[in-house]
């Protein structure tokens, strides 16, 4: 060994070090080396058993001093060589050290180990950094209960991540969940969340009686759910954990569609002059209905920022409504498509 580790200028001689002299510079602090050490145990992936005495020889301080991706390849060397205490140690510390590809690795280790839940919290951190089949794992394992209650909406989040990034299994099984999820036993996922599971019934019967029994009527809402489901399991996972999000979806979106669905009902295809008395004034009588119960509930929407005086809640919003009016009879606005 020479008397002196080589400077940084003296490049050569760290090609031309043996691996001990690189253990032994890299133990003594010297940085270069222990790149030169991490590439020597990739170069020897396939000799698990020579990698294993170079990394043996590293220090317990210069292993607590690299990085996350070389704690990765020295746990990954104790790993082919079937020392999975030294293994999983050095993953740990090479995930906490933010390293992509370690929770995979562990999750792994714990699901052959049997600790269902334990490797789908490893999955879903390997999930969380980005790894396509992490994400996949995780998505697997959510959807069929393993070390979980099933949770097929976060199955199907993870499983769109993993297809985002390619990923043909993640693509496949993010179609099937979909699939699932759209069958006449499948939830409605916002409306569940935000108004619960009682109240949504009707809605299914709807679905499953009236939409899925006519052919013309299925063939548009599977293209619609395509797509449905491509963003609606993260709104439905922001109203399931958050009660103020699922007040604010169901009073700005569900309560107003609710009421259109009702009114549309109504009218049908009609002109307001073919329409009997009595259905224009059912339709007067719901959207009245229908209104005032939304506008009762707009106070409380506004949380700590409603004033003292609720009144001043819906002169304000009478005033918006004539702005709105005016804008709509301008032709300034309109939902139609152009």
């Not at 109203?239 to 049908?268: C, K, M, N, T, Y």
């Not at 009609?270 to 007067?284: F, I």
């Not at 707009?298 to 709105?324: I, N, Q």
């Amino acid at each position: 060994m020479p008397e002196m580790k080589p400077g940084a200028e003296s490049k050569r001689a760290y090609k031309d070090a043996s691996p001990d002299e690189l253990v032994a510079w890299a133990n003594e602090g010297d940085k270069e080396a222990l790149n030169m050490v991490v590439t020597d145990v990739i170069v020897r992936a396939e000799k698990p058993l020579e990698a294993k005495t170079i990394v043996d020889a590293l220090s317990s301080t210069t292993l607590g001093q690299a990085e996350g991706s070389a704690l990765y390849r020295f746990g990954k060397v104790y790993q082919r060589v079937g020392q999975l205490d030294k293994a999983l140690t050095l993953l740990k510390a090479a995930s906490e050290k933010g390293d992509k590809d370690a929770p995979l690795t562990i999750g792994s280790e714990c699901e052959r180990g049997g600790d269902l839940t334990e490797a789908l919290r490893w999955y879903r951190l390997g999930a969380d950094r980005g790894d396509a089949f992490a994400q996949f794992m995780a998505a697997n394992f959510l959807y069929f209960g393993k070390g979980c209650n099933p949770d097929k909406l976060e199955a199907l989040r993870y499983a769109s991540l993993s297809a985002d990034q390619g990923y043909e299994n993640g693509r496949g099984f993010r179609d099937l969940i979909q699939s699932d999820l759209a069958k006449p036993s499948g939830p409605c996922i916002i409306a569940t969340a935000c108004i619960g599971d009682a109240r949504v019934m009707p809605l299914r019967r709807l679905r499953d009686e009236a939409i899925l029994g006519d052919p013309v009527l299925r063939d548009f809402f599977h293209v619609f759910w395509s797509r449905y489901y491509e963003w609606s399991p993260g709104v439905a996972r922001l109203a399931a954990q958050d009660r103020h999000v699922a007040e604010h979806i169901r009073w700005a979106f569900l309560s107003p569609w609710l009421s259109w669905l009702e009114i549309a009902s109504i009218v049908g295809r009609r002109a307001p002059s073919a329409m009997p008395e009595a259905d224009k004034e059912r339709v007067l009588h719901c959207i009245a209905t229908r209104m005032e119960e939304w506008l009762h509930e707009l106070p409380a929407m506004m949380e700590g920022k409603c004033p003292a005086d609720t009144s001043e809640v819906f002169e304000s919003f009478e005033r918006l409504g004539e702005a709105t009016r005016r804008l709509f009879e301008s032709g300034g606005l309109t939902t139609a498509k152009r």
